[in-house]
């Protein structure tokens, strides 16, 4: 007997308003797969391509402390052979196809992303199997993939705004994994082999870890058929994994990398929150005025509009698994480093005080809810939301739940959390240039360390 795909009833239908004018529904329909599988579907038959967003939990953070860059390298090397295709026979096919097939390592997840036309989707699912199941690593593709790495890793020790990067995750971090360089150390990549990639593959793709979201051309019964064929074969269960809890450091700090460029590239932060912490929305709402990217955010105002300092200024949140910040980051000429992050310093301080006003809090639910639908003017992009989605548990009605959420913020819900959230004494920099003057600042080692 034929075993049907459970398309559970609570399917979701969202009138959204796209950005050429037509309001469109968008049904979220929560496919459950014969063998066990879970995916959420967008049925679109309009244009003949489907996008498939996979991801699994856990991402580079998990790689092992003297294996960093396992899981980046992992990434850059699945789609170079595996089954009985070497590198350029699977590369080939894939061209053949016109489909596109990108494996990505964040900290937190892996992401893969294929995207087809309807006519090729199944050897195009065929070939992420292998992929997953059957890579080759190949000491000449190991060897390619790893020389391109270095190459790169050697271009960023002269690039100022990746040492920043690396010298604001030392300094946020810690000794916590999410200090590491995602992409490793010419070291790292150094002592990584082909058993340690299929280790990581063995370990770490999992039914269990596992999230699902398909947009494009397919109907249901297909798309359980075609997903039970893909990743059944996968492990039940990954390899047990955790990271310590993260501790974000909160000194107020200004760290200083001299380097010999005429403007200073700069970030920013402070201790934020997780996605799932109750004061989200209004958490949102406040860093939008205080740091969002439209020119009416207060350090906008402030810094580039008002005294022409910087080309952009910029904070808002980032959740993390572990924890979260409020990051921030600014480019300014060296002589005007200062100012910009005494004002800096003085609007979070102005916000901490006194919270938004209820014009600003207006203003932000409008963009915050009126622009979120030119978010989705693709099936790539569809396709990634419905994976945030379920990666921050949020559930399959979410979109209809989310103007709500945002609108339900009050001014006093703003003002308390802006006291809860934001602290100006907390506030570190990390700043790579040659400003003349900046008193208190503590100089880094070359490099950012």
């Not at 003297?66 to 090397?77: F, I, P, Q, R």
């Not at 590369?91 to 937190?108: H, I, R, T, V, Y």
């Not at 760290?255 to 997780?274: C, D, H, T, Y």
């Amino acid at each position: 007997m034929r075993r049907h795909p459970i398309v559970r009833a609570a399917c979701v239908v969202v009138a959204l308003m796209l950005p050429w004018g037509a309001a469109r529904a968008v049904t979220i329909k929560d496919v459950h797969t014969p063998g066990g599988l879970d995916a959420w579907l967008v049925e679109d038959h309009s244009l003949p391509v489907v996008t498939v967003d996979v991801a699994f939990r856990g991402g580079a953070a998990l790689d092992p402390a003297d294996k960093e860059g396992l899981a980046n390298l992992v990434c850059d090397l699945l789609d170079e052979g595996a089954g009985d295709l070497d590198s350029s026979a699977y590369q080939g096919k894939l061209e053949d196809m016109a489909s596109a097939l990108d494996f990505d390592a964040g900290e937190d997840e892996i992401s893969i992303s294929l995207h087809s036309v309807t006519a090729n989707l199944e050897p195009s699912l065929a070939l992420l199997k292998l992929a997953l199941t059957k890579p080759r690593f190949d000491a000449s593709a190991v060897a390619r993939v790893k020389g391109q790495l270095a190459a790169s890793l050697e271009r960023d020790q002269h690039q100022p705004r990746a040492i920043a990067d690396r010298a604001w995750r030392t300094a946020m971090f810690g000794d916590h994994p999410y200090a590491r360089r995602l992409r490793g150390t010419p070291e790292s990549i150094a002592g990584i082999g082909p058993d340690d990639m299929r280790a990581f593959v063995r370990d770490r793709f999992a039914k269990d870890a596992l999230m699902i979201a398909v947009v494009g051309d397919i109907a249901p019964d297909r798309l359980a058929r075609l997903l039970d064929d893909t990743l059944g074969p996968l492990p039940d269960h990954a390899a047990a994994g955790q990271t310590a809890p993260l501790v974000v450091r909160d000194k107020g700090e200004v760290l200083l990398n001299r380097m010999a460029i005429p403007q200073s590239v700069v970030e920013f932060g402070q201790p934020g929150i997780k996605r799932d912490d109750p004061d989200w929305y209004a958490a949102l709402l406040v860093t939008e005025i205080l740091g969002g990217g439209g020119l009416t955010a207060r350090l906008s105002e402030e810094v580039r509009e008002k005294r022409g300092l910087a080309y952009s200024v910029y904070a808002g949140l980032d959740p993390m698994q572990d924890g979260g910040v409020i990051a921030g980051g600014v480019g300014t000429e060296n002589a005007s480093l200062g100012q910009s992050i005494a004002l800096i310093r003085g609007e979070w301080k102005r916000m901490h005080d006194a919270g938004p006003t209820a014009e600003e809090l207006a203003h932000a639910k409008t963009y915050l809810t009126g622009s979120f639908p030119l978010s989705l003017d693709s099936t790539g992009r569809i396709a990634g939301i419905l994976i945030a989605m379920e990666r921050d548990r949020l559930g399959i009605d979410y979109l209809n739940r989310r103007d709500k959420l945002i609108d339900g913020v009050s001014l006093a819900d703003a003002k308390r959390v802006a006291r809860r959230l934001l602290d100006p004494a907390a506030l570190t920099f990390v700043v790579v240039g040659s400003p003349p003057d900046l008193p208190g600042a503590i100089e880094l080692k070359p490099g950012g360390s």
